[in-house]
């Protein structure tokens, strides 16, 4: 058995891996992206990993067939205690990685800058700029073009590319909607930015990325992509909300809550969210924040 | 203000959960003191181990330490797949989201700075100076004193177990929410004076052991003649003198924000919380490093030694290890691709990133090729190897995954990025450590570890870790996030954090394997005696002296022509080299003043979590006082005769 020892280890790697891959199923969300800026990650990842097996496979390989025949016990194999230096081998081994990271670091550079989160999706439909809010503990989403806003739901156009400008009134939050793109981090007083595009209706989860205290694991939302029209319903039947956000009721929204149901608003005050950043950049006096500490 | 500052009898009542916890610190500590005290062991534990200034004993308590934090911050770990394993849809699980966020804190922070560190301090400490044929580190009153600072750390950390509350913010503790407007209370204080003291300890270690390889080496050991083993603590003492100062700093700015109200990292006031950020990871990476280095040089000595054969390509191994040191000061960024950095930035830290790979592999194609032409002996300390570099591997093309910044956007925070980790520190530094010990044990002890139950130790970890991890590494694909104290249902995640939760009892039923491991082979002591000094077929200078090693080392100083000197010597590759004539030697006086700065260290950080000034000032005293007592006492050392050596050393031998 002691022989067989990596051959076990990777036939029991490989049924983990089979059997939670089974019983994830149909869930694997990122091997289903449905968005523009994911399709293209995914892609990435697969090309990425597809580079690196060149040089994993070897490895396995080896490892496995150099421990099994030089072992102890085989009398057959060349011994040679002394052997420790070869010129031409140590190349190859600082070549091949070398070749492999340099192939890697290309598609590094060009896809850090293609898929820049700053950059907007460049197509003939005009951007949807929604703002974004992660509060203690939910996430606001005002459209300010729409003058409505939600809370922990959010609803989007297909085909369309929207430009997310996201900030806290909160410690630091990401936000995350994994089918759709990766990550961007919602920080107070700074307003950060994140382009996506959903290519097919349907609704797809959300949530936080970075921890931000007790009522973290509630920041979960559905992001509903609906096509074009009927988002122009939806944003029509926002509108006649009966809830208004201005400062009043957004000082309430935004006093710690937890496992927040979903709730659409009119938007009362078209500066909210640019009060909302630059409260934090007044001196801490003057400040009704508690981040005066 | 009164006199316990902001501490009451509020701070010792938390519910059913944490009383059970307090009372197992408590009881549990008790039990060993009624346990020395029933043995008699007082009088002997204070003169051999709490007062030796001996490396090799400082490196005995540093991994005893160890082990207990290995228990408490594996029960956390425990808790949290207990907690994710049943917390789905309605069911708020049976921890508290306060609750639940003290525990993964503590498991972090404890995994991190109370477990690996000192397995790697441990092991540096018991072998390092044989190995390198000296017979201490440069500064022996200095390693207890960062013994004892570390210890006051993890003690503080225990501390909060019992009185009052740990951090809720995540080991990492970005502000805001680890300021006073998100964390008021005591838990990230004890964060900031449990990180502070012990990494005033390391950083004193860091230091001295950068000394003990530059200085001390056996007489004719150049750099290029030193075991694999001391460049890779060499390199990895070299980022703790640089690294661990940023950690100092950091805290430092932090601890003027929630004590002075200042606003180096607030969320208003001109703050920059992006800076802690950046500072924390300017450290938090080397750290990986400065973990991973040690275990890396124990493979290259395990993998010769049990291949019977050379190390493969030395030097290509010394350019490497330097490397990957060099290139782990330039990768901090890539723990926040998502922070906004602009492609630019990303691009460059994801490249270099990268570029350490090339090195880390060349060291795994220079191990396989030490056994190529080798005659391999699958011992425990040989397994942990193999398991290493299966784990590695995956764990290791996991993290160039995410070097690519778009894809790490779609894996940040996931727990794909928990999976990747953990797979690097549980494979490429406890199974190190884990192959130190069955391989070094006999050396320090004198008898050698039960093979059977390590080869079960082995088998449940390493199982154990695929059933708790590859689930992981799924999780993140279906976009879970780490941290959740409960998540909804209809996620599909529910199924694959159950599986992760009987990995996580595999793994404990591993460490069971391992207590077992080391009663067995205590009982059985007198039949796994080491009566050779060299039980296998070792290359490097410890194994030439007796074992357990004699407290001054080597009685006549060894000298060195060749590398690998005592398999040259042993099987007439080298000519025996002449050795010296017996001289008396100096060895380092025990002292308990290293005990005496580590409490007061523990007091002075317990007073400052709980503002009680009066004690504060009281510790800060006592340790400039025991300093100054140190730094008059004139007669630290004991002259051992070269006569009483000569007799000594025919006595063992």
Not at chain 2, 30 to 43: E, P, S
Not at chain 2, 189 to 201: E, K, N, P, V
Not at chain 2, 393 to 408: C, E, H, N
Request: with cysteine.
């Amino acid at each position: 058995m002691n022989r067989y020892l990596f051959l076990i280890i990777l036939g029991i790697m490989a049924s983990i891996a089979l059997f939670a891959l089974s019983l994830g199923g149909s869930h694997i969300v990122l091997f289903s992206p449905q968005g523009y800026i994911a399709k293209r990650e995914v892609a990435l990842m697969a090309l990425a990993l597809r580079l690196m097996l060149i040089i994993v496979i070897p490895v396995f390989a080896l490892t496995f067939a150099i421990a099994w025949h030089y072992r102890a016990g085989n009398a057959k194999a060349r011994y040679l205690p002394n052997w420790e230096h070869n010129r031409l081998e140590e190349a190859i081994w600082w070549a091949v990685p070398f070749l492999i990271i340099i192939a890697l670091a290309s598609i590094t550079w060009t896809s850090s800058h293609a898929l820049d989160s700053y950059k907007g999706i460049a197509t003939s439909t005009p951007a949807l700029e929604i703002d974004v809010v992660a509060l203690d503990w939910k996430w606001l989403f005002i459209y300010p073009a729409q003058r409505i806003a939600t809370v922990n739901t959010l609803t989007i156009p297909t085909g369309t590319p929207i430009a997310f400008k996201l900030t806290a009134d909160a410690p630091m939050n990401a936000l995350w909607i994994p089918q759709l793109s990766g990550q961007e981090m919602a920080m107070p007083g700074m307003v950060t930015e994140l382009h996506i595009e959903a290519d097919a209706p349907g609704a797809y989860h959300g949530l936080s990325g970075n921890y931000s205290g007790a009522g973290f694991a509630g920041m979960q939302f559905t992001a509903h992509a609906v096509s074009k029209s009927a988002f122009g319903a939806w944003v029509a039947e926002t509108r006649m909300s009966t809830s208004t956000l201005d400062r009043v009721t957004y000082a309430s929204l935004a006093a710690p809550s937890e496992n927040v149901a979903p709730e659409r608003y009119v938007l009362g005050d078209p500066g909210l969210y640019t009060w909302i950043v630059m409260k934090y950049m007044t001196p801490p006096a003057a400040s009704s924040t508690p981040a005066s500490g | 203000m009164t006199m316990l500052g902001r501490l009451t009898f509020a701070a010792l009542e938390q519910g059913p959960i944490v009383f059970a916890a307090q009372m197992l610190v408590l009881f549990g500590a008790l039990g060993v003191a009624a346990l020395i005290t029933y043995l008699k062991r007082w009088k002997w534990l204070w003169n051999e181990y709490l007062t030796s200034l001996d490396a090799k004993k400082i490196g005995i308590m540093y991994l005893v330490v160890a082990a207990v934090m290995l228990v408490r911050g594996g029960i956390d770990a425990l808790m949290m797949r207990a907690q994710q394993a049943v917390a789905v849809g309605n069911n708020a699980g049976y921890l508290p989201p306060e609750h639940f966020a003290q525990v993964f804190t503590g498991h972090g922070v404890i995994m991190i700075f109370f477990v690996a560190m000192p397995l790697m301090f441990g092991i540096m400490n018991v072998i390092l100076p044989v190995m390198l044929g000296t017979r201490d580190v440069a500064y022996p009153f200095l390693n207890s004193v960062s013994f004892y600072l570390f210890t006051a750390g993890a003690a503080l950390v225990m501390a909060s177990l019992v009185i009052g509350q740990f951090a809720t913010t995540g080991w990492t503790a970005y502000p805001p929410l680890s300021e006073l407007a998100y964390s008021p209370g005591v838990g990230v204080d004890y964060y900031i004076w449990a990180l502070q003291i012990s990494g005033i300890g390391t950083l004193l270690a860091g230091i001295n052991f950068i000394v003990t390889i530059l200085k001390k080496r056996a007489p004719g050991m150049s750099l290029m003649k030193m075991p694999m083993y001391a460049w890779t603590v060499l390199g990895s003492m070299m980022l703790v003198v640089t690294a661990f100062p940023v950690l100092t700093a950091t805290l430092g700015l932090l601890t003027l924000d929630r004590y002075l109200g200042m606003h180096f990292f607030t969320a208003g006031g001109g703050g920059n919380m992006m800076m802690y950020v950046n500072l924390f990871w300017a450290w938090g990476h080397p750290e990986v490093y400065i973990l991973v280095l040690p275990a890396f040089g124990v493979f290259s000595e395990v993998v010769a030694t049990f291949s019977g054969k050379r190390l493969f390509g030395y030097t290509s191994m010394v350019i490497a290890t330097m490397a990957i040191t060099i290139l782990s000061w330039l990768v901090w960024l890539h723990h926040f691709f998502t922070m906004g950095a602009g492609a630019d930035v990303n691009a460059f830290f994801g490249i270099m990133t990268m570029i350490i790979a090339i090195p880390t592999g060349v060291k795994i194609f220079n191990w396989l090729f030490t056994m190529y032409r080798g005659r391999v002996r699958f011992t425990t300390p040989m397994r942990w190897f193999l398991g290493f570099v299966a784990l590695f591997t995956i764990g290791g093309m996991a993290g160039v995954l995410m070097a690519v910044p778009p894809a790490d956007f779609e894996l940040h925070e996931s727990l794909f990025l928990v999976a990747h980790f953990h797979t690097m520190i549980v494979s490429g530094v406890l199974f190190g450590d884990f192959a130190a010990l069955a391989y070094w044990f006999p050396k320090v002890f004198g008898f050698t570890l039960s093979e059977k139950w390590g080869i079960r130790a082995f088998w449940a970890w390493t199982v154990g870790f695929m059933l708790a991890f590859i689930p992981l590494y799924v999780l993140g694909f279906m976009g879970a996030t780490r941290r959740l104290d409960h998540y909804p249902a209809g996620l599909g995640w529910n199924p694959l954090f159950i599986v992760a939760g009987v990995g996580a009892l595999v793994i404990a039923s591993g460490v069971v394997c391992q207590a077992i491991q080391l009663y067995v082979s205590i009982r059985d002591r007198r039949k796994n005696r080491d009566l050779t000094g060299d039980p296998w077929d070792g290359r490097t200078l410890e194994w030439s002296t007796p074992s357990p090693v004699p407290f001054y080392n080597f009685a006549r100083t060894p000298i060195v022509a060749i590398r690998d000197p005592f398999w040259a010597v042993k099987y007439g590759l080298a000519p025996q080299t002449p050795e010296n004539d017996y001289l008396s030697i100096e060895l380092p006086r025990g002292s308990g003043l290293g005990l005496v700065i580590g409490g007061a260290a523990f007091a002075f950080a317990f007073a400052m979590v709980w503002h009680i000034w009066w004690l504060v000032m009281l510790g800060a005293l006592v340790m400039l006082g025991a300093l100054f007592v140190r730094f008059l006492d004139e007669d630290t050392e004991s002259i051992i005769s070269a006569d009483t050596l000569r007799r000594f050393d025919t006595a063992t031998v």
